[in-house]
Nanobody, 128 residues
Framework: QVQLVESGGGLVQAGGSLRLSCAAS????????MAWVRQTPGKEREFVAS????????YYEDSVKGRFTISRDNAKNTVYLQMNSLKPDDTAVYYC?????????????????????WGKGTLVTVSS
């Protein structure tokens, strides 16, 4: 099992930047495909980005391409989401999620379905 704790959320003006972090503990972090998923009240969860456990593959939802960057530091058991040029539509609770994929180092899915572990989320609010 792996435990996930997100941090870095907050209030930012449109056009600003935030960097989210997700610290993992428990099982070998480097064997987990990681993802960021967001949710606005009353709406379904929305996939944002994923990264393979090797870091060699990434995938982004179309609305964040060119603005968000997912990365990871396996030595620190942490995955990051750098968010630039933020828009009010990016306002949401952002969740970190993990999928145990020790045999597929290049797996970066385009969906959050299949993610086995979730953090409690961090709120990002973008004001106009």
């Amino acid at each position: 099992q792996v435990q996930l704790v997100e941090s870095g959320g907050g209030l930012v003006q449109a056009g600003g930047s935030l960097r989210l972090s997700c610290a993992a503990s428990g099982r070998t972090f480097s064997w987990y495909t990681m993802a960021w998923v967001r949710q606005t009240p009353g709406k379904e969860r929305e996939f944002v980005a994923s990264i393979s456990w090797s870091g060699s593959s990434v995938y982004y939802e179309d609305s964040v391409k060119g603005r968000f960057t997912i990365s990871r530091d396996n030595a620190k058991n942490t995955v990051y989401l750098q968010m630039n040029s933020l828009k009010p539509d990016d306002t949401a609770v952002y969740y970190c999620a993990a999928d145990y994929t020790p045999f597929n180092s290049n797996y970066a899915p385009s969906t959050y379905h299949g993610m086995d572990y979730w953090g409690k989320g961090t709120l990002v609010t973008v004001s106009s």
